[in-house]
DNA sequence: TGGGTTTTTCTTTGATTTTTGAAAGCGATG
DNA sequence: CATCGCTTTCAAAAATCAAAGAAAAACCCA
């Protein structure tokens, strides 16, 4: 999941739009900006975003039907921004579908602050995830992502380099790493070998730099740099 | 599935935690209540609850290294509820893991919203519902649907799925598998290749995109994607 | 209730696909 | 230039899938 994660803005004020829109997007956020109910749930439902910043005075469609509509076929995070200020409206406005609820005037910060906590839930980074160079591996879905593309690996590739990737830096000898990865067996081949060479031609495509070294005489090792 | 969710509350003034306490059972919670960081966190850990309400000036251990603690295991919501009514205040408390920020004195009627709200995401068992993909699966009804279709699923094709559904992303191995899905049993043979074969030949009609894929060597995921 | 009917559950089997591992020759390196 | 590492090739092994049918359970109707 490393691309960026989209925001969609639903919000009539054109001013305060363009402000956050401005600010999300220095966060490193991909944005899309609405003005009225309709439009924003249509954008909603063709680009499925991963977290909706959503006004509740809308033109056309009142932003807690956008926020129903939106709950009726998805889990994903919406913050209501508005200027209502008293407990009925919060209780309506999060009880509609919403996560969480922020009243105007309010602090760009907090917005952000708010909008990183839901989304971190909501990316399986939250789980076991383990980042190397520029790869992210996320160990419950067994998924090897660079630049939010996956590359596919078979079992033993992905152990192989789970092994590197948990302990950056530390060079392991063959007979090591034969037996985290192939415990079962009785050594004597050039398994690691050819798998190290198997890991390297899906992982540094392109003469890009090289990811796991050979340590003459020695091993192999994963660096970062 | 069917007990009340659990609700730890980490609080040490007396008077709050009660009232808070007495709010949440009302709302047929079951709570836990703790008056400082050191047993609210021991707490946490023996007993998994669905949601933390967590006050940050607290005796022995504070507030937010309470939260953080947490968070380094489990993606349990938390609700900080604090005095503290600054911008960096909440930025903070955010970004050391809690999912909610109130500021005292708060409406008792907001905080029970937000609970709900958090509770929903994570335990679909408040609503009932569980939405994965484009599926919705009733867990009451046992029943799902797509496009307001209904699709017919048996018992234990429910129950696969199901445990599918509240996972999306993990990939389970079929012992883990045989191990929730067919307790009783003694595996040794290939049901839940078997079953994953009915699933994927009721939910993905047509050649649309693969709802599980198989994971050569390990076992099974569902992918949303 | 009880006997027949339908549905669900689970096993077996064999075809198909993918992964795995050994060997061998080439290439790089110190 | 001799050793160690790399890559390719290919056959064996393993994993998965789909189909078919036996066994069990659930259901229905008299």
Redesign the pocket.
């Known amino acids: 999941m490393e691309r960026k994660p989209q925001v969609l803005i639903v919000e009539d004020e054109k001013e305060i739009a363009k402000f956050i829109d401005l600010e999300l997007q220095a966060e490193n956020y991909e944005t899309i900006v609405t003005y009225d109910g309709v439009t924003g749930l249509s954008k909603f439902r063709e680009l499925n975003p991963d977290l909706v910043v959503l006004d509740l005075m809308l033109p056309v469609l009142d932003g807690l039907e956008v926020a129903r509509r939106i709950r009726k076929t998805s889990n994903t995070p919406i913050i209501i921004l508005t200027a209502k200020d008293n407990v009925e409206d919060k209780v309506l406005g999060l009880d509609s579908g919403a996560d969480d609820y922020l009243v105007k005037p309010f602090s760009i910060e907090e917005l952000l602050a708010r909008v990183r906590a839901h989304l971190r839930r909501v990316n399986p980074a939250v789980t076991g995830e383990v980042r190397v160079a520029d790869l992210v591996m996320n160990l419950d879905g067994r998924e090897v992502f660079r630049d939010g593309r996956r590359i596919?690996l078979?079992?033993?590739?992905f152990e192989l380099l789970e092994l590197f990737a948990r302990n950056p830096g530390k060079v392991f000898n063959?007979f090591e790493i034969e037996e985290k990865v192939?415990p079962?067996?009785t050594g004597?081949?050039?398994?690691v070998?050819?798998?190290?060479?198997?890991l390297?031609?899906k992982l540094e495509r392109d003469g890009e730099r090289r990811l796991i070294h050979?340590?003459?005489?020695?091993?192999?090792v994963l660096r970062e740099e």
């Open positions: 596919e078979s079992a033993k590739e063959r192939w079962e067996y004597g081949s050039n398994v070998d050819v798998y190290v060479g198997y390297r031609r050979t340590v003459r005489g020695v091993g192999y």
